[in-house]
């Protein structure tokens, strides 16, 4: 089976920085992704590593070590939409085919 | 593409009725995906399907919860008979087929309430 370990809550500044831990264990990883979801929203897509390292996409970046069973979730020059929860997913392939399995959840406040 | 499309957005029903609920996927995408969301359990996958198939329901939580796909562009859930512990928002996705990170897209989602 999979599970997902990410924190509850967290708050942080407008501007800042802010990390999103995930840690997982699970049988045949293939990589992992992050999504975000505003209240009343459907969640997002947001980003994807299959290998070891940092991935940049505008002020949002995801790092993955394979080793360690461990990936975060970066946001930078945070502003008030970003207040959102954010997910971490690991894609399962189990009996050849895919399914996607979510943590419970990071809920970020963004204050001024 | 209007996106994945849920229906309805919102329904309230009394103890012991049925339910259904209805998506319909994002065209030419051959994998659909039911989720319900709460507070306590978070995104739980209930069912997915391919091409049309089930291919895992171990998510369904009783015997009272099924799933159909008739075709490609349709799929409902239904819960017979309902209980307020159904309470939750139903998220049905869809994705393409492709590498393991090809994303998948939500609907907006139906809240249930079951009084």
């Known amino acids: 089976g999979q599970s997902l370990e990410q924190p509850s809550e967290v708050t942080a500044v407008e501007g800042a920085i802010v990390q999103i831990n995930c840690t997982y264990q699970?049988?045949?990883?293939?990589?992992l992704s992050w999504y975000q979801q505003h209240d009343g929203g459907a969640p997002t897509f947001l980003s994807y590593?299959?290998?070891?390292g940092l991935e940049e996409t505008g002020r949002f970046s995801s790092f993955l070590s394979r080793s360690d069973s461990y990936g975060y979730l970066l946001l930078q020059e945070l502003q008030m939409k970003d207040s959102a929860s954010y997910f971490c997913?690991?894609?399962?392939?189990?009996?050849?085919?895919?399914?996607?399995?979510f943590g419970k959840g990071t809920k970020l406040s963004v204050i001024p | 593409d209007a996106g994945v499309i849920q229906s309805p957005r919102h329904e309230v029903t009394e103890m012991g009725q049925e339910v259904t609920l209805r998506c319909k996927p994002i065209s030419g995408h051959d994998y659909l995906f039911w989720y319900r969301q709460t507070m306590m359990r978070g995104l739980e996958l209930l069912i997915y399907f391919n091409n049309n198939v089930p291919i895992d329901d171990s998510g369904m939580p009783e015997d009272r919860f099924s799933a159909k796909m008739p075709n490609a562009s349709f799929s409902t859930l239904k819960i017979q008979p309902s209980e307020p512990r159904d309470s939750a928002v139903y998220f049905c996705?869809?994705?393409?087929?492709?590498?393991?990170?090809?994303?998948?897209?939500f609907g907006q989602g139906t809240r249930l309430t079951v009084v």
């Open positions: 996705a869809s994705r393409g087929t492709g590498a393991v990170d090809t994303e998948a897209f």
């Open positions: 590593n299959a290998l070891d």
């Open positions: 699970t049988s045949g990883f293939y990589g």
């Open positions: 997913a690991v894609p399962y392939s189990g009996a050849g085919s895919y399914q996607l399995t």
